[in-house]
């Protein structure tokens, strides 16, 4: 799965230095496919019944699963790109947002809720613990959530209707990976658990609703959303996050969580 996750976080600092005004979302998903197929992996968003890309390119508005085509992007958008690959059956599945052009270029509201949900990912993925409870993922995404509404003097919506979950030999498994805090029992998290952690986090309410082409989930009121992804996996040592080029370690250090890599 490491390997699979090096691919998926591969393709897309590659696509960061693609990412510019001009580009179409299209032509990004043409990258990283010819990418991914040529070092070795099969695009798994290729393997959903009825999807053909190797992303989902959401722009604005769009929360998730928005599908690549004939867009041209503008210096300001908010862009999220999800990205994932599998090798020798096995799968990787990573998102990250930008601001096309560079953060400068576009509203700085836009620019702070990508940060304030790449903040809440790596509080959630802090929060595992071997033999730990599922629940304190998203407990700690909605804590790190409201603190930054409260600094910010604005209240982010945290989306409800889509969640991270469990990856390995399938891109998509149990459990459900709530981006909130769940009261009562939760399913525990083993030595060996592998999970895909994702907080969408939208600049006004979290209502949202799937457009016509059955994929692209926009919100209600047309503001912004940001979405932030890593695949991670449970050692005894600790944290090791698949899709991260240094596993994490940088980011879990300097948050007092254990890293713990294999080999």
Same mark, same amino acid.
């Not at 197929?37 to 999807?51: E, I, S, T, W």
């Not at 799968?91 to 400068?104: K, L, Q, W, Y």
């Given at each position: 799965?490491?390997?699979? +996750? ?12 693609? =990412? ?14 010819? %990418?991914? !197929? ?6 798994? %968003?290729?393997? $959903?019944?009825? /999807?053909?890309?190797? #992303? ?6 769009? =929360? ?13 958008? #908010? #862009? ?8 020798? @059956?096995? &799968? ?17 509201? *836009? ?9 809440? #990912?790596?509080? @959630?993925?802090? *929060? ?6 599922? &629940?304190? $993922? ?11 509404? !409260? *600094?910010?003097?604005?209240? /982010?919506?945290?989306?409800?209707? /889509?969640? @991270? ?13 709530? &981006? /909130? ?15 895909? =952690? ?9 209502? &949202? ?8 989930? $926009? ?19 600790? =944290? ?19 890293? +713990?890599?294999?080999?």
């Amino acid at each position: 799965m490491r390997v699979a +996750g090096l691919l998926v976080g591969r393709t897309l600092e590659m696509l960061r230095g693609e =990412i510019r005004e001009g580009v179409t979302t299209g032509r990004l998903d043409a990258l990283a496919e010819g %990418f991914i !197929r040529d070092h070795g992996g099969v695009p798994n %968003f290729q393997l $959903v019944p009825g /999807y053909r890309h190797t #992303l989902c390119t959401s722009v604005g508005d769009e =929360i998730v699963h928005g599908i690549p085509g004939d867009r041209v992007l503008a210096a300001g958008d #908010l #862009l999220s790109i999800d990205c994932g690959a599998e090798v020798e @059956g096995w &799968n990787g599945d990573a998102a990250m947002t930008v601001v096309v052009g560079g953060d400068e270029a576009g509203d700085p509201a *836009a620019a702070r809720l990508s940060e304030v949900t790449r903040r809440a #990912l790596w509080v @959630g993925i802090g *929060a595992l613990r071997p033999n730990g409870d599922l &629940n304190d $993922v998203g407990g700690g995404v909605e804590d790190s959530v409201r603190a930054d509404a !409260r *600094a910010d003097g604005f209240d /982010y919506g945290i989306v409800e209707d /889509y969640t @991270g979950h469990g990856i390995g030999e399938q891109m998509h498994l149990p459990p459900g990976v709530p &981006n /909130y805090r769940v009261r009562g029992r939760a399913p525990q998290t083993p030595v060996g658990a592998t999970l895909a =952690i994702e907080p969408m986090v939208t600049l006004g309410d979290q209502a &949202n609703h799937v457009l016509d082409d059955g994929w692209t989930v $926009v919100t209600d009121d047309g503001r912004p959303a940001a979405h932030w992804e890593h695949s991670v996996a449970l050692t005894e040592q600790g =944290i090791w996050v698949l899709t991260a080029l240094d596993g994490g370690e940088s980011e879990l250090t300097a948050r007092g969580a254990p890293f +713990g890599p294999l080999g």
